[in-house]
């Protein structure tokens, strides 16, 4: 009998999975908080003999060489990744026992990076699951752009070939276990679904149903901006990853939050968006604690500015601090816990800023003509159609471009609502007069705000 155990990471769109027997196990692209490994380990009763990497992440810090010097495990790496430390090296073919009758067998699928590889586990010489990290996702492939603008063309052939291999060497019920795509940015495009198999990638996925030509073709306009972070991740994974510290950072007062703000450093309210427009201490920004705070805050903030963390609770710290050491933000700098009276200093207020609807929206332009309407989606959202006569800056570059959002009253939205609160709090740190639409896009339209399709028609 085997086992395998899904491991959540939400936050960052990926998974990591722990796989054996009766008394061993491999635990798969672990994440770099190794205690939620080694938890499932626990429960199950066995011991981590093996540690395995489908490739060098570009999108977390990876926990596997601390699991594995914690475990005593051996360390599998791709062969052609390069590497500082000491690891095992696994090429095509290659095969490790995980425990009686259980074999986890190396198979070369380039195409994420150039030395990807995925994994098969076989019980009694069947195969019996796929690991496939960042190549086969669901119903589509890991973006091939991560590793060199120059590569990416080649190694998009790479994923099609990788994928058929795939398909190739499995029968149809073989589950397809990825680390990508569950809101990743590593992941081609999104899909819906949470579970597959070989048979229905082969009848869903463009990469085995397109030839190579057009499934290339189709596929490279698909790619979104990188989020910046990823510069950092692949450099540390490739060094060796310092163990992570999640001992509580040291707690703040008003007096040195105010000062932090001064020297130019990051205070980061990790409460709902509706509590922070409420009122927040001037000057903070928001990330919602229960959004992707570690996605979009690290693809947003210079990279090694200290960060400090505000939230209603010690717990929300702690989830928020572990969140961000996954990529690599470790050590807040301080936080602070309660509510906004108590983050200001004697004789100052709370800021606030309103929230609104699409409706209020159409209401204000009846009554007040041309407000300014802030657009803070990527690209790819904006060409499936826009509000008439808004300004378009995405929120990963807003912060940089702040002064080019015209004067006035800044009305600012996004898909549903995260990221205009996010956006709302940079353009109310900035001093700007701002109201958060916090709705969903397709609202727009029933409130009868002039849209401009994709063919440029209103």
Known sequence: MFFVDTLELTGLGNRSYLAGGAESA??????????????????????????????????????????????????????????????????????VAVDDGLVLRAVATPGHTPHHTSYVLEDAGRSVAAFTGGSLLIGTVGRPDLVEPRLTERLARAQHASAHRLAGLLDDDVPVL????????????QAEGDATTIGAERRG????????????????????????????????NAAGPAPIDLTPPEPADADELAARLAAGEWVVDLRNRVAFADGHLAGAFNFEGDGKPATYLAWLIPWGKPVTLLAETAEQIADAQRELARVGIDRPAASATGDPRGWVREGETPRSFPRAAFADLADVLGRDGQPVVLDVRRDSERKTGYVSGSVHVPIHELHGRLDEVPPGT?????????????????????????????????????????????????
Not at 75 to 86: C, E, I, K, N, T
Not at 211 to 229: C, G, H, K, R
């Open 26 to 95: 491999v635990a798969i692209d672990p994440p770099r908080d190794i205690d939620r490994v080694l938890a499932a380990a626990a429960r199950r009763g066995v011991r981590i003999a093996y540690v395995a990497e489908t490739h060098v992440h570009n999108d977390y810090v990876t926990g596997g060489l601390e699991l594995a010097r914690v475990s005593g495990a051996r360390y599998l790496v791709p062969a052609d990744a390069s590497v500082a430390y000491a690891r095992t090296a696994v090429s095509d073919g290659d095969t």
């Open 178 to 189: 990825p680390t990508h795509g569950f809101g990743s940015f590593c992941s081609s495009s």
């Open 410 to 458: 800044v009305w600012v939205h996004c898909a549903g609502g995260m990221r205009a609160a996010i956006a709302a709090s940079l353009l109310d740190a900035a001093g700007r007069d701002v109201v958060a639409v916090d709705d969903g896009f397709d609202a727009a339209e029933e409130a009868g705000l002039e849209l401009v399709r994709p063919d440029g028609r209103a």
């Open 205 to 236: 996925n463009e990469a085995l149903t397109k030839d190579v030509s057009t499934f290339v073709a189709d596929l490279l306009p698909q790619l979104e901006d990188v989020p910046a972070y990823y510069a950092h991740m692949a450099p540390v």
